[in-house]
């Protein structure tokens, strides 16, 4: 089955940099990869997600490339805020007609003013 | 999202006891999701379901069942708790879209599980 790898578990940035945040798959038959965000003691909730036939996507200060040859694909939020601070999921799903997220391991983001 | 609720949002019980956990959904949304979280290991799926007619184990189903009552409420069991059950889980709806495998899932806020 799909497996799907996440780094760093923690990330450290300061005000005003880049964060990236790298997940790799294994199953070349995923085709869909959305990022999560869960804030402290909140539910995780879609913050952007890019479609295999894409190689990139931005929203705002976020944005997401995908390398299918490679398998892997990032996020990248750019001028960072404290608000950002926040646990990232990375998941992958195949297209069987149904959809089954293999979740990441998570990103723990902290951006310190 | 107050479209889907859980309940409790806390749950304390002692190993041996079966427990349930509710999701209901006011988003009209056909599919549900049961996952569980734990740090380090992120988001498992436990089992899923894509109307009252159609369940699914996902990952990590052993020692767990579930229930559809209807379009709207998606229940998970322990059947005879133990401790390494002890986890956060979350209830999880999307809808289709055409786009197969590839619709928004919407979390519910999380039941927290001890197991004694």
């Known amino acids: 089955g799909e497996n799907v790898e996440q780094h760093p578990s923690t990330l450290s940035v300061q005000e005003g940099d880049s964060a990236v945040i790298k997940c790799t798959y294994s199953?070349?038959?995923?085709?869909?990869f959305p990022w999560y965000k869960q804030e402290l003691g909140k539910r995780p909730q879609l913050i952007i997600d890019?479609?295999?036939?894409?190689g990139e996507k931005k929203d705002q200060r976020i944005a997401v490339t995908l390398n299918k040859t490679a398998k892997h694909f990032s996020l990248h939020i750019t001028e960072t805020q404290p608000e950002d601070s926040a646990v990232y999921f990375c998941?992958?799903?195949?297209?069987?007609?149904?959809?089954?997220?293999?979740f990441g391991t998570g990103t723990r983001l902290l951006v310190s003013p | 999202d107050a479209d889907v609720t859980q309940t409790p949002r806390n749950r304390i019980t002692k190993t041996g006891k079966r427990i349930m956990l509710e999701c209901s959904q006011t988003?009209?949304?056909?599919?549900m999701y049961w996952y569980r979280q734990d740090p380090g290991l992120g988001l498992r799926l436990i089992y899923y379901s894509f109307d009252v007619k159609d369940i699914n184990k996902g990952e990590i189903s052993d020692g767990y069942s579930v229930s559809r009552q209807a379009q709207a409420k998606f229940s998970l069991s322990l059947e005879s708790a133990i401790p390494n059950q002890t986890a956060l889980y979350f209830c999880?709806?999307?809808?289709?879209?055409?786009?197969?495998?590839?619709?928004?899932?919407?979390f519910g806020p999380g039941t927290r599980l001890l197991v004694l």
């Open positions: 998941a992958a799903s195949m297209n069987t007609g149904f959809q089954k997220l293999v």
């Open positions: 199953d070349s038959a995923s085709n869909y």
């Open positions: 988003k009209g949304h056909d599919r």
């Open positions: 890019i479609r295999s036939n894409v």
């Open positions: 999880a709806t999307s809808d289709w879209r055409g786009l197969a495998g590839q619709e928004t899932q919407y």
